[in-house]
């Protein structure tokens, strides 16, 4: 099969066109396509496919939608593709598992890095960016619309413009002028104002004896820049036209009569067992292949390899720097003395381009200033390693437009690239794949093959943190005759501390490493790093960071600002995270630097902000819940919790925080703390059909009330773990748990209790078959409610009856029961229960043939369930609405509904999608 996107989207199996059906279709399987192998959230597909304003039955689409594309790679199976595929749902998001070779727009990128690689021979660089070039159809994404596919076409269209302009200097590196002069004029023509096309072109025509056309050429181009733009050339184009007419071959530099030219050569030795870091060393190349090249400011965490990464790339790129390469270490985290000045590196620039000690000038805006006329005309790489700030670097940047410099530092260089044009690039973790192909080339691939998995452990316990791995490689590398089940086991019973990754060099030593960062922080700064080591984990939103400190959240954002700019955090999309090295790190400071009763009350703090804001958030999404005997602990002085306004937040907070609690649960808070957790989740995590984290938390809870003493809170563990093994059709256990939660409830005299666990020993029984049976148990939850005055349990307790009226086929009695059951849910404002009962009438009303009836009836149930985002509940209505609409006649809306049932089926990875999927397809 073969995905093209480069032009118009088109899927094509064993040579035939398949129908990808409409924009918005083409639009899901492009934003799955750009990403192949890899998961693409839900959220974001809906983004790409409908930008800002979706519409409200977006999710529902994109299913349907989803769904056609997994029979598109049915139907190429039949026309001959034995692997054509497979659209996956995984937990982070969707997945079209396809060998990234099979989508053009990937071939494409391939095809342009073996282009790149200077080890390569030109005559080989030029065939593959040809052969890239061939795939070009049009416009990437041409038929669809929307800022995603904006941008998509924006960015390939530069990456064409890039590769037109690597093919073309390969070319005339080869004398190939003729294919050059016969391929760039039509292509200036789709780029006009592309002025690295016509310095090809006017090269191309004068090495090829035609001048007089170059000049044409210039000329041509200058009136066009003046009319579009409003400029003249660029200093390269001008350079160009200027050496054509003094009769020097392009880019030829002059040298003064009897003065020979110094060609410094001052790179360290490349990194040995470089590995990965493609997109990167891509986007380095991109940056250099532009006229004028901008500045580039590497940054990242400390041991992250930001120096390696540098240093290789420059080695590779120093053919195209024959002015020679300068290299400076700033030292602005160095541990042995002060960071180097400005002036003193540029007085080591000036000795490298053997300029004689009595023509440096004393200051430094003189030295700049004859550093900078050295440059003019040289095309010269300058690689300013491990600054400081952006003040440390300025002086050093060169003038000249064919020079270029890289900055790589740990504190990001925002006022290098808002001064200076620099280009960032933020350096992240390898992929555990490029981390293992480190530790192999550090330690020989026969090694790693021989134990996969120890070297996968390997890898995890050391973050992927490239430093780590350099740390352990060398010990594996000089004791061969150790196994790597060996030092991965030595890396477990470390247990996340830092003893494993020590080395008599400090340079190499990851604590001194950190250390050095650590150094430079703010005491504010300073201290919130140390209280990070009591988050529970893995990620924190500014408001639990600001519980952490004792401070409100305007205060702590500079802080955090502070940490994220010196790479001793990470942020995204609005979250923190703390490497696992550096949480070792901050961990270590806290016990040496912070007293005990200090981290103690960091953690009460933090963990009361969770529970209060869940408490807050739950009661919005369960505003008739049933209280437990004693609510949060009294917040601690500093603490703020979240309030969210709605329904909407309330889902939000607990989709982002949800893990943070799970966290918590298993990192030894106390067990009131941690039956707090398990309570307040349980409704989320039912609603989203996370069943095996909510039987987690409900077995540390079950644990927690065990040793508290407390039966109360051992029958609510016990009922709810029954209704998690429920749902996951683990029966017995299922039973146990709620006859056991009964025999609690019936001991401490909870009548409502009770009569809950009746009712789900009713659902029980119906999975089981035995509706008589399960029929008596609603009817006793019924009459435990009423004792009770509970009325929104009434109203529950009554929908369950008419629903199992209906399943013994009395579908007029259910009709009439589940609308008293509704009156009541109505009148105490339970709108879940609504849903369930709504659901209930449209089974009934189907099978007395009321088909509207049964329509309206479940698509209000749908609705309701989405208000919950409830995604078990909401599928299991979708497929019923499915089958409401082929009893009606309605085959095609009945296929819509099931595809889109399959889909949240999906999301939730519950085994009832198969089935549904199947109806779908008939």
């Not at 749902?89 to 079209?96: D, K, P, T």
């Not at 002025?195 to 009136?223: I, K, N, Q, S």
């Not at 041991?303 to 990464?309: D, F, P, Y």
């Not at 420059?314 to 390469?325: E, K, L, N, S, V």
Request: aromatic share 6%; charged share 25%.
């Amino acid at each position: 099969m073969d995905v093209r996107l480069l032009g118009e989207v088109q899927l094509l199996a064993a040579g035939r066109q398949l129908d990808t059906g409409t924009p918005r279709q083409q639009a899901v399987l492009a934003a799955l396509a750009v990403e192949p192998g890899r998961p693409v959230p839900i959220a974001t597909l809906v983004d790409r496919v409908w930008g800002d304003d979706p519409p409200a039955e977006a999710r529902n689409v994109l299913y349907s939608h989803i769904s056609r594309i997994r029979g598109l790679l049915r139907t190429a199976v039949v026309f001959g593709d034995d692997d054509p595929g497979r659209l996956d749902r995984r937990h982070a998001g969707y997945v079209l598992d396809i060998d990234p070779e099979r989508v053009d727009l990937h071939r494409f990128g391939r095809l342009t890095d073996l282009g790149r690689d200077p080890d390569r021979p030109a005559a080989d660089r030029a065939a593959a960016l040809a052969q890239a070039l061939s795939l070009w159809r049009g416009a990437p994404l041409a038929a669809l619309t929307g800022d995603w596919a904006a941008g998509v076409r924006q960015t390939w269209q530069q990456r064409r413009l890039d590769t037109v302009v690597a093919w073309a200097r390969a070319e005339l590196w080869l004398g190939r002028t003729d294919a050059v002069i016969e391929a760039v004029p039509p292509l200036i023509a789709e780029y006009p104002l592309a002025e690295p096309l016509e310095a090809l072109l006017m090269e191309a025509l004068h090495l090829a004896g035609r001048d007089a056309e170059a000049m044409d050429r210039y000329a041509a181009v200058r009136t066009r820049l003046a009319e579009a733009l409003g400029a003249d050339p660029g200093p390269a184009l001008r350079a160009l036209h200027e050496a054509i007419l003094r009769g020097e071959a392009p880019g030829g530099a002059r040298t003064p009569p009897g003065r020979a030219v110094t060609v410094p050569a001052q790179l360290p030795p490349d990194v040995y067992g470089f590995a990965g870091r493609t997109a990167q060393l891509r986007e380095l190349d991109a940056v250099r292949a532009a006229t004028p090249a901008r500045p580039v400011a590497i940054d990242g965490m400390a041991g992250i390899g930001k120096t390696t990464l540098a240093v290789h790339w420059a080695h590779r790129a120093a053919r195209h720097f024959p002015g020679g390469q300068l290299y400076v270490n700033l030292r602005g985290f160095d541990a042995t003395g002060d960071p180097v000045t400005p002036a003193e590196a540029v007085r080591g620039f000036l000795d490298a381009l053997d300029v004689p000690p009595e023509r440096v000038p004393a200051g430094l805006a003189a030295r700049v200033g004859l550093f900078r006329s050295l440059l003019a005309g040289r095309r010269v790489l300058i690689l300013l390693d491990n600054a400081r700030d952006a003040e440390q670097v300025r002086p050093l940047l060169p003038g000249a437009p064919g020079c270029l410099a890289v900055v790589t530092s740990r504190n990001r260089l925002a006022g290098l690239v808002t001064t200076a044009g620099a280009h960032p690039l933020a350096l992240g973790l390898p992929p555990a794949g490029e981390a293992r192909d480190l530790l192999a080339y550090r330690i020989g691939g026969r090694r790693v093959a021989a134990e996969p998995g120890a070297a996968d452990e390997i890898v995890t316990r050391c973050g992927r943190l490239p430093l780590a791995l350099a740390v352990v490689a060398t010990r594996a590398a000089v004791a061969p005759e150790v196994p790597l089940a060996a030092l991965a086991g030595e890396l477990r019973e470390a247990q996340g501390g830092l003893a494993e990754f020590t080395d008599p060099d400090l340079e190499s030593n990851v604590r001194a490493v950190f250390s050095w960062s650590y150094r430079q922080l703010s005491p504010a700064a300073a201290q919130l790093f140390r209280r990070l080591a009591g988050h529970p984990g893995p990620d924190l939103g500014a408001p639990a960071a600001a519980a952490l400190a004792g401070a409100p959240v305007a205060a702590v954002r500079p802080v955090l600002d502070e940490l994220t700019r010196a790479h001793l955090l990470e942020r995204a999309a609005g979250r923190y995270t703390l490497h696992d090295l550096l949480r070792a790190y901050a961990t270590e400071l806290a016990g040496t630097l912070d007293p005990e009763p200090d981290r103690a009350a960091t953690r009460r703090r933090v963990l009361a902000y969770y529970l209060h804001s869940a408490y807050a958030a739950d009661l919005l999404l369960n505003p008739l819940r049933d209280e437990p005997a004693a609510g949060p602990p009294p917040l601690p002085a500093g603490t703020t919790p979240e309030r969210p306004a709605g329904q909407p937040e309330a889902l939000a907070w607990f989709g982002a925080e949800y893990h943070v609690m799970l966290a918590a649960l298993r990192g030894g808070a106390d067990d009131e703390t941690v039956w707090q957790l398990a309570w307040v989740l349980t409704r989320y995590l039912s609603y989203h059909g996370r069943w095996h984290d909510s039987i987690e938390a409900l077995s540390a809870a079950l644990d927690a009330a065990g040793r508290l003493g407390e039966p109360a809170k051992a029958a609510f563990a016990h009922r709810y773990l029954g209704c998690a093994y429920l749902r996951l059709r683990r029966l017995d256990e299922a039973d146990g748990h709620l006859t056991e939660a009964l025999r609690l409830y019936r001991e401490a005299g909870d009548i409502v209790g009770r009569a809950h666990t009746h009712r789900h020993q009713a659902w029980l029984l119906e999975v089981r078959g035995r509706y008589r049976e399960a029929l008596r148990h609603a009817e006793q939850a019924v009459e435990l409610f009423t004792a009770a005055g509970h009325r929104a349990g009434r109203g529950r307790g009554l929908n369950a009856i008419g629903w199992f009226h209906a399943m013994l086929g009395d579908y007029a009695e259910a009709v009439t029961v589940c609308r008293a059951a509704l009156r009541l849910q109505s009148a105490a404002g339970d709108r879940f229960g609504q849903a369930e009962t709504w659901d209930s009438l449209g089974y009934a009303s189907q099978r007395l043939g009321r088909h509207r009836e049964a329509i309206d009836a479940y698509r209000t149930a749908v609705a309701l369930y989405q208000e919950f985002d409830d995604r078990y509940n909401e599928a299991d209505s979708t497929a019923s609405l499915g089958d409401a609409y082929h009893a009606a006649g309605d085959v095609a809306a009945a296929r819509d509904a099931w595809r889109s049932a399959a889909g949240l089926f999906d999301l939730i990875d519950h085994p009832g999608a198969a089935a549904v999927r199947a109806r779908a397809d008939t």
